[in-house]
């Protein structure tokens, strides 16, 4: 039974920082990019970031790009993202996904997915 379960949200003030953690189980995706999207209330799944199966390529949506990091330890079985400089926009739910081929970019094209978790932002 594959699942991936993520960790780490909360309710913070705008510019405090969190990191969320997806840990995975049932299998491993260490050959798959994984991808972190967010869904705010009344919106559209958006694409947040995503990392290549060793780490060493990241994609990041511009809205993110320059606060949030997304990393992998695939001793772990572990993706992280750690938020810095949050803002109240990026209030969602946040899910971990693993990707099966075409656009990194899009939700259609990632396998599994955790059941989110929700950060929050106040101004």
């Known amino acids: 039974q594959v699942e991936l379960v993520e960790s780490g949200g909360g309710l913070v003030q705008a510019g405090a920082s969190l990191r969320l953690s997806c840990v995975i189980s049932?299998?491993?995706?260490?050959?798959?990019?994984m991808g972190w999207f967010r869904r705010a209330a009344g919106k559209e799944r958006q694409f947040v970031a995503a990392?290549?199966?060793?780490?060493?390529?990241?994609f990041y949506a511009d809205s993110v790009k320059g606060r949030f990091t997304i990393s992998r330890d695939n001793a772990k079985n572990t993706v992280y993202l750690q938020m810095n400089g949050l803002k109240p926009e990026d209030t969602a739910a946040y899910y971990c996904?693993?990707?099966?081929?075409?656009?990194?970019?899009?939700?259609?094209?990632?396998?599994?997915w955790g059941q989110g978790t929700q950060v929050t932002v106040s101004s």
């Open positions: 049932g299998r491993t995706f260490t050959r798959s990019t």
């Open positions: 996904a693993a990707q099966s081929s075409g656009s990194i970019y899009s939700d259609r094209f990632y396998d599994y």
């Open positions: 990392v290549s199966w060793n780490g060493g390529i990241t």
